[in-house]
């Protein structure tokens, strides 16, 4: 089973430059979840969609844009890259209800010079 | 236990022990936690979940104790194998975030350092 699938793995970009992440889960899940990850901190979400067709900001939104395609998909966008944005981005997903696990993928690793 | 300083609290032990890994959880409104494992270069995955209307719920070598007095969360790994080393850490969802998302807040995590 591939669960949650992010693409690409990693990536470098120049500050400024624009970048989209792509998320892909295969569990019929309604929830999708965009977080990073830095050194000494927990994870932080980004922005989720509870369900197709709508979306959410999180605890750590500004520089971001995503886009829920389907109910499969859920892409996360840079603008404008900025160094501060250099992270590990997870994509994560799960049944809608309370007391719900989410579910990674294996992270996309993005670097902005 | 948990640190949100640069460097993560390790936990050593050898092969065929039992580890403990600990959490203090931050709202003593959470009502849902869970332990996820992450090795090197992967994402987070799921062990075991727990419920705040219970104290101990058990999984394949694996056992959460919940302390909802002291918002103290541990996970126990029996016989503890070479595999079993990665990054370790909890999750909480508090109730007041409400809706169907299931908005975690996550810890910072320790490394188990299996040693054969």
């Known amino acids: 089973n591939a669960g949650v699938t992010q693409t690409p793995k990693f990536q470098v970009l120049k500050t400024g430059q624009s970048m989209t992440l792509q998320c892909a889960q295969d569990m019929n899940h309604n929830s999708m979840y965009w977080y990073r990850q830095d050194p000494g901190m927990g994870l932080r979400l980004i922005y989720y969609s509870a369900s197709e067709g709508t979306t959410d900001k999180g605890e750590v939104p500004n520089g971001y844009n995503v886009s829920r395609l389907n109910k499969r998909e859920f892409s996360l966008r840079l603008e404008s890259a900025a160094p501060s944005q250099t992270s590990v981005y997870f994509c994560?997903?799960?049944?809608?209800?309370?007391?719900?696990?989410?579910?990674f993928g294996d992270g996309t690793r993005l670097s902005i010079l | 236990g948990e640190s949100v300083g640069l460097h993560l609290p390790t936990l050593s032990v050898q092969e065929g022990d039992n580890s403990i890994i600990n959490c203090a959880y931050s709202?003593?409104?959470?009502?849902?936690f869970i332990w996820y494992k992450q090795e090197s270069g992967k994402g987070p995955q799921f062990i075991i979940d727990?419920?705040?209307?219970?104290d101990k719920r058990q999984g394949q070598r694996v056992t959460v104790l919940l302390n909802k007095t002291v918002k103290h969360l541990s996970l126990q790994i029996a016989a503890t194998q070479p595999g079993d080393s990665a990054v370790y850490f909890c999750?909480?969802?508090?109730?007041?975030?409400?809706?169907?998302?299931?908005?975690?807040?996550f810890g910072t995590g320790t490394l188990l350092a299996v040693q054969p």
């Open positions: 709202n003593s409104a959470s009502d849902y």
């Open positions: 999750a909480e969802k508090t109730s007041g975030y409400g809706g169907a998302t299931n908005k975690l807040i």
């Open positions: 727990i419920r705040s209307n219970m």
């Open positions: 994560a997903s799960s049944r809608t209800g309370s007391d719900q696990p989410q579910h």
